[in-house]
């Protein structure tokens, strides 16, 4: 395929893109390799349509990235422990992912970005909604962006994905969600990052899996930490993506939130998603006395 036939749209003012002109099944140079690195660090999510892949295309793209983190979390697809499953059956009331975070700010070296193809779609609803950290970062005051500059803060998993908290007090997330017994200890990450490949400023704290600040009490945290969830969700900062069957959205987890809409109650919804490898954060540690 001719590289000169990859477009880059802009999806919403602040963040995402999207790309058209190219089929992800096939070859893929490195000229439109190129052009969608940049489009991913320029708009934090980028979107494809009518991308109908194999379970092998879609573990070669992905390659093509980054090597693969296996979420170790998640049920895996039957035949390839490399594809989450992200689910919800027409009986089932809870979705995964449902409420404003990034996915793996709970590890030592967080996910670079995730993969996500919609296999089967409802015949409404099920958006997903992705926030620009970079935005909300910028559009805070110069005081208290110079204080948060100076900050790191405490990400966990224990409260989600743990024995006795989260989903697995959900009957309905048997099958989905599990291996609590994998839950690693807490780490401490920059509040602010220099994203490695914009070079933009980055907030890096997101309402699931930030507990409090280092060397703050969740208490004293909780105040600041609030103000900065609800700064970073207005809607300047967001947008809202529509699925069908066949879509992409590849989100860069280290500049973007993302929210799975709940609204389709008694509609199956399947996605499969991969997620690529990040690597460690300048400042990032196990946090000590765990």
């Given at each position: 395929?001719?590289?000169?036939?990859?477009?880059?749209?802009?999806?919403?003012?602040?963040?995402?893109?999207?790309?058209?002109?190219?089929?992800?099944?096939?070859?893929?140079?490195?000229?439109?390799?190129?052009?969608?690195?940049?489009?991913?660090?320029?708009?934090?999510?980028?979107?494809?349509?009518?991308?109908?892949?194999?379970?092998?295309?879609?573990?070669?793209?992905?390659?093509?990235?980054?090597?693969?983190?296996?979420?170790?979390?998640?049920?895996?697809?039957?035949?390839?422990?490399?594809?989450?499953?992200?689910?919800?059956?027409?009986?089932?009331?809870?979705?995964?992912?449902?409420?404003?975070?990034?996915?793996?700010?709970?590890?030592?070296?967080?996910?670079?970005?995730?993969?996500?193809?919609?296999?089967?779609?409802?015949?409404?609803?099920?958006?997903?909604?992705?926030?620009?950290?970079?935005?909300?970062?910028?559009?805070?005051?110069?005081?208290?962006?110079?204080?948060?500059?100076?900050?790191?803060?405490?990400?966990?998993?224990?409260?989600?994905?743990?024995?006795?908290?989260g989903y697995a007090k959900l009957a309905?997330?048997?099958?989905?969600?599990?291996?609590?017994?994998?839950?690693?200890?807490?780490?401490?990450?920059?509040?602010?990052?220099?994203?490695?490949?914009?070079?933009?400023?980055?907030?890096?704290?997101?309402?699931?899996?930030?507990?409090?600040?280092?060397?703050?009490?969740?208490?004293?945290?909780?105040?600041?930490?609030?103000?900065?969830?609800?700064?970073?969700?207005?809607?300047?900062?967001?947008?809202?993506?529509?699925?069908?069957?066949?879509?992409?959205?590849?989100?860069?987890?280290?500049?973007?939130?993302?929210?799975?809409?709940?609204?389709?109650?008694?509609?199956?919804?399947?996605?499969?998603?991969?997620?690529?490898?990040?690597?460690?954060?300048?400042?990032?540690?196990?946090?000590?006395?765990?």
């Open positions: 395929m001719n590289s000169d036939r990859l477009r880059v749209t802009p999806y919403a003012p602040q963040v995402g893109a999207w790309i058209e002109g190219i089929d992800l099944a096939a070859p893929i140079d490195e000229a439109m390799m190129k052009t969608m690195r940049k489009a991913l660090a320029d708009h934090g999510v980028i979107f494809f349509r009518d991308q109908h892949l194999s379970p092998e295309q879609h573990i070669a793209f992905a390659r093509r990235w980054a090597p693969i983190d296996i979420n170790r979390f998640f049920k895996a697809t039957d035949t390839h422990p490399e594809i989450a499953e992200v689910r919800k059956e027409p009986g089932q009331k809870t979705n995964i992912g449902g409420g404003w975070h990034t996915d793996h700010s709970y590890d030592l070296e967080p996910a670079m970005g995730s993969i996500l193809l919609a296999r089967e779609v409802p015949p409404m609803g099920g958006d997903t909604l992705f926030a620009s950290m970079g935005a909300a970062f910028e559009a805070l005051s110069p005081g208290l962006q110079e204080t948060l500059r100076g900050m790191r803060a405490v990400h966990s998993s224990r409260h989600v994905f743990g024995a006795q908290a309905d997330a048997d099958g989905r969600i599990g291996n609590p017994d994998k839950v690693l200890p807490d780490v401490v990450h920059p509040v602010v990052l220099r994203h490695p490949d914009s070079g933009r400023e980055v907030l890096y704290v997101n309402p699931a899996f930030t507990t409090r600040f280092d060397g703050w009490t969740e208490r004293e945290s909780q105040g600041l930490l609030q103000t900065l969830y609800q700064h970073a969700a207005r809607p300047e900062f967001t947008c809202r993506f529509t699925w069908q069957e066949g879509s992409i959205a590849f989100w860069d987890n280290r500049a973007t939130w993302h929210y799975a809409l709940n609204d389709y109650h008694g509609e199956r919804r399947l996605m499969h998603r991969i997620t690529v490898r990040g690597s460690g954060l300048e400042g990032s540690h196990w946090l000590s006395g765990e």
